[in-house]
T-cell receptor, first 113, second 110 residues
Framework: NAGVTQTPKFQVLKTGQSMTLQCAQDMNHNSMYWYRQDPGMGLRLIYYSASEGTTDKGEVPNGYNVSRLNKREFSLRLESAAPSQTSVYFC????????????FGPGTRLTVL | QKEVEQDPGPLSVPEGAIVSLNCTYSNSAFQYFMWYRQYSRKGPELLMYTYSSGNKEDGRFTAQVDKSSKYISLFIRDSQPSDSATYLCATSKGTYKYIFGTGTRLKVLA
């Protein structure tokens, strides 16, 4: 079991460029999440997918789009990157049910110049 | 006011010390409480998970929830240098959304 995997591990973009962050889980979890982590701000939810076929905005969705491609995969797209999107991005998944919890991937470090 | 408050530290302790990490929260609807450990440049990993009030123990780690004062704690006994990490508290109402604290950086000195 690889758990939650994310690609790429590192990325440098120029302002205005686009890119997609990939996330996959092999735990047959129902819900998936995208967070960003910034110093002093903690983990902030960007988007989540409660189940295959559904997506919802989190706390900081502006400038991002997501796709729940299938039960395993949940991608995050930056259409026109801005320096304010420089951050570490984490994907997480959760099986479901109120007594379960989230499991995180290793993160993608993104720098936007 | 943030829904979950956590002192960022850093907190430095000698090896073998008992460590106390704390969070406060504002919403009495929160029912589920988690502690995650995050090593430098890694993703958070679940350490402890508790429901409602009370204590939960797992080896050297004890999680404590006091819903009357909206206070959650993580105690680490016999701390080791390998415990040096950032510790994140998190709460949930039992829905999809978790609210995370900003994390406390802990350094255990050998």
């Amino acid at each position: 079991n690889a758990g939650v995997t994310q690609t790429p591990k590192f990325q440098v973009l120029k302002t205005g460029q686009s890119m997609t962050l990939q996330c996959a889980q092999d735990m047959n979890h129902n819900s998936m999440y995208w967070y960003r982590q910034d110093p002093g701000m903690g983990l902030r939810l960007i988007y989540y997918s409660a189940s295959e076929g559904t997506t919802d905005k989190g706390e900081v969705p502006n400038g991002y789009n997501v796709s729940r491609l299938n039960k395993r995969e949940f991608s995050l797209r930056l259409e026109s990157a801005a320096p304010s999107q420089t951050s570490v991005y984490f994907c997480a998944s959760r099986k479901g049910g109120s007594t379960d919890t989230q499991y995180f991937g290793p993160g993608t470090r993104l720098t936007v110049l | 006011q943030k829904e979950v408050e956590q002192d960022p530290g850093p907190l430095s302790v000698p090896e073998g010390a008992i460590v106390s990490l704390n969070c406060t929260y504002s919403n009495s609807a929160f029912q589920y409480f988690m502690w995650y450990r995050q090593y430098s440049r890694k993703g958070p990993e679940l350490l402890m998970y508790t429901y409602s009030s009370g204590n939960k123990e797992d080896g050297r780690f004890t999680a404590q929830v006091d819903k009357s004062s909206k206070y959650i704690s993580l105690f680490i006994r016999d701390s080791q240098p390998s415990d040096s990490a950032t510790y994140l508290c998190a709460t949930s109402k039992g829905t999809y959304k978790y609210i995370f604290g900003t994390g406390t950086r802990l350094k255990v000195l050998a």
